[in-house]
């Protein structure tokens, strides 16, 4: 496998399901990211990881719950969703920034997982 | 705070035009920035970059020059084919108007290409 893979790359869940959305990235980085990705709407933030430790949580709703075991794997935990939240879910990873290097690094996205809430 | 703003779409265009799409934004300090590429069904994949003023992307075909004098960051190419159509997406490092990251890249609203034979 090389880059960022996701799974699975399409998911239909009921409002009172609990699934898991996983990513693992090939390229040696150390910061993965959770993005959402609705139509007509722009691309959306919800969490960042640098060396495993969450950085940023955009005002996610608590029904989402990502997880960072190491730097290679990233996991969004999803429970009691609404059908809303049906969008295409997008993993991303990157270089960490450090104390010298405080602009951003290009990011490499996955596939995505095409979730849909019913 | 930062911001990208990109043209409208859909741009339709036939084989073999030359495709322009713009890029404007605004920033503090020295961002560097970003053109994206998103096939449908798949996720963003990185077309090119700039890191510093003056500096020129380029990627199977497509170029971009980071214009600081003019805040702009515009994509062409001159003969697209049908296998070009896609979104297209801006981007530059620093955080969006709703995230203090250092991580976050802001993305534009993304502009949709169709190549048509």
């Known amino acids: 496998e090389t880059g960022v893979t996701q799974t699975p790359r399409h998911l239909v869940m009921g ?65 009691t969703l609404q059908p809303e939240d049906s969008a295409l879910y997008l993993c991303a990873s990157s270089q960490a920034l450090t104390r010298q290097i405080t602009r951003a690094y290009e990011q490499y996205f996955g596939p995505g997982t095409r979730l849909t809430v019913t | 705070g930062n911001s990208v703003t990109q043209m409208e779409g859909p741009v339709t265009l036939s084989e073999e035009a030359f495709l322009t799409i713009n890029c404007t934004y605004t920033a503090t300090g020295y961002p560097s920035l970003f053109w994206y590429v998103q096939y449908p069904g ?58 203090n990251s250092g991580y976050a890249l802001n993305f534009g609203k993304g502009t949709s290409l169709l190549v048509t034979p």
């Open chain 2, 42 to 99: 798949e996720g963003l994949q990185l077309l090119l970059k700039a890191t510093k003023a003056d500096d020129k992307g380029s990627n199977k075909g497509f170029e971009a020059t980071y214009r600081k004098e003019t805040t702009s960051f515009h994509l062409e190419k001159g003969s697209v084919q049908v296998s070009d159509s896609a979104v297209y997406f801006c981007a530059l490092s620093g955080p969006p108007s709703n995230s």
């Open chain 1, 15 to 79: 409002m009172t399901n609990k699934k898991s959305l996983k990513c693992e990235q090939h390229l040696g980085h150390n910061a993965m990211y959770w993005y959402k990705q609705s139509a007509k709407k722009p691309l959306e933030l919800m969490f960042v990881y640098s060396l495993e430790e969450r950085v940023e949580n955009n005002s996610v709703p608590s029904r989402f719950s990502p997880e960072c075991p190491n730097s290679s794997h990233l996991f969004l935990h999803l429970h």
